[in-house]
């Protein structure tokens, strides 16, 4: 499992909720546009985290169980929508997709939206295939737990209010009041924040998506984000294609062989996809022409909305469509497996071809680094070098926050001491007589090291450093000038 700042974060947010009473209503800060999203994924995690006695384990356990149901969702979806052999194939493909397994093993709020994502898929499908519209309040709950989970879900709340609107003459008023009412309890944890504070987060999203300079149609940019967002669902899902930096020192032939299957699956299963819409019209099969339109809506409208985003697209946006390569592979091998004898030979040797070949890239298959291991080591290391003594923390990083080593200290009662400014703390009463330091980076030097941690320590020297796991632990005491 992963264990870095963001994951420190979260448990040290939920370990107060539960020790210490602080409940929260709202979530992490988003990547991206300087807003926060929804606490819902708190309050996942906490039954978890107590179960497990203030482990982080506990949460990472809940992801992992998300993970399995939503295997079983995908089976049971592909049954429903399109047949047996298409449920069977999608949900092994799917189970086995070692990006898949990578955001089923840790605890991070992204890792659990594909469940909801696909529930609220299969749950809309239900309504208008059965025209149980009182079921749109289950679609209204997702929503509301989905977009506080991440904000690329607003982009499948989009294609479900299309899908919603293309029925707007077989549904009643009540049917939208479930719905809106389903939305709200969804959202109610961040809903009340939001009433609290004027819609301060509301209000930031819509200025980052309206008038941004994150977002914007600019052609060029919006055909190369489709074609690179559409192939990388199949070459990253079905067939591990490494991320573009990984590519560097694998053989041209073997990237080139990538890069054909890759366009291949594409193309296939986009045609697969257009197939089933073609006999479903020609069938003047209703049902399955809705399916065709819903599958058809849930990878065209969120694909649009990636088109005219400018930043760095990562894989786990995708949460909102992972099944849709999966499904659409599946169709592609069960259409080639109904062309005669050649077509099963292929068929079947493309199961088993991709399965043994995702299979043997499982995350699993090596030896772990043992993150959450590797951060109490170091952080019972900090606590043993301060002799139980106050001290101040500092954390010297590429790119991570302090926030694993923290929730050891406090979990443990042996928090260090924040050093506050002189506004706040004109006595220097918050610098204590060490700094513990550590170094995830192997060259920092922290004597005189620019981080507010260490500068507001002040002038210094090193009185130890020892070398613990992967990093250096410094410590600093205040400088003491020889006399003459």
């Known amino acids: ?52 006695n203030l482990s982080p384990v506990g949460p990472a356990v809940m992801v992992a169980l998300f993970g399995i149901a939503t295997v079983l969702l995908v089976y049971v979806v592909g049954i429903q929508w399109f047949s047996k052999p298409v449920a069977v194939i999608s949900s092994l493909l799917y189970a086995i997709s070692p990006i898949i397994i990578a955001y089923s093993r840790s605890s991070w709020n992204p890792n659990i939206v594909p469940f909801f994502a696909l529930l609220s898929m299969y749950i809309l499908g239900k309504a208008i295939l059965t025209k149980q519209y009182t079921l749109l309040f289950w679609v209204g709950l997702c929503a509301g737990i989905g977009v506080q989970l991440h ?18 003459r077989k549904l009643k008023v009540i049917d939208i009041v479930y719905l809106v009412l389903g ?208 001290f101040n923390f500092a954390l010297i990083t590429g790119g991570n926050s302090d926030h694993a080593y923290r929730y050891f200290f406090e979990i443990w009662n042996k928090k260090p001491v924040v050093i506050e400014n002189t506004d706040i703390d004109s006595q220097r009463n918050t610098v204590t007589d060490q700094l513990l330091v550590v170094c995830e980076d192997t060259s920092c030097q922290p004597l005189g090291n620019s981080l507010w941690e260490v500068a507001g320590f002040g002038r210094a020297e090193i009185a130890g450093v020892w070398d613990v796991s992967v990093v250096k632990i410094y410590k600093l005491v205040h400088y003491a000038k020889l006399l003459p």
């Open 1 to 52: 499992m992963t264990f870095l700042g963001d994951e420190g974060r979260d448990v040290l947010v939920v370990k107060r909720m539960l020790v210490d009473g602080k409940f929260t209503l709202l979530g992490p800060t988003a990547s991206v546009g300087g807003f926060f999203m929804g606490p819902v994924y708190y309050y996942f995690m906490l039954p978890f985290l107590w179960a497990w």
């Open 151 to 168: 904000y690329t879900y607003l982009f499948l709340i989009l294609t479900q209010g299309v899908l919603v609107a293309v029925q707007y």
């Open 183 to 390: 939305f709200c309890l969804g959202f109610s944890p961040f809903l009340a924040f939001e009433l609290r504070h004027g819609f301060t987060n509301s209000r930031s999203i819509l200025e980052f998506v309206f008038a941004g300079k994150d977002t914007g149609f600019q052609w060029h940019q919006f055909i190369g984000n489709i074609q690179d967002v559409s192939s990388r669902l199949f070459g990253r899902f079905i067939i591990r294609i490494p991320e573009p930096n990984m590519l560097g020192g694998i053989p041209s032939t073997i990237r080139g062989s990538w890069r054909v299957g890759q366009s291949l699956l594409t193309v296939g299963g986009l045609i697969a996809l257009m197939t089933l819409g073609i006999r479903s019209k020609k069938a003047n099969n209703q049902n399955r022409m809705n399916i065709f339109i819903l599958l058809l809506s849930w990878f065209v409208i969120p694909l649009f909305f990636f088109g005219i985003y400018k930043k760095n697209i990562y894989d786990y946006y995708f949460g909102i469509f992972f099944p849709i390569p999966f499904y659409l592979t599946a169709l592609l091998i069960v259409d080639v497996i109904n062309i005669r004898y050649i077509g099963k030979v292929i068929g079947i040797a493309a199961i088993i071809g991709l399965s043994l070949f995702n299979w043997q890239g499982r995350p699993f298959i090596y030896e772990p680094n043992r993150q959450l291991a590797q951060v109490a080591l170091i952080s019972q290391t900090v606590l043993e070098k301060s002799e139980g003594k106050p």
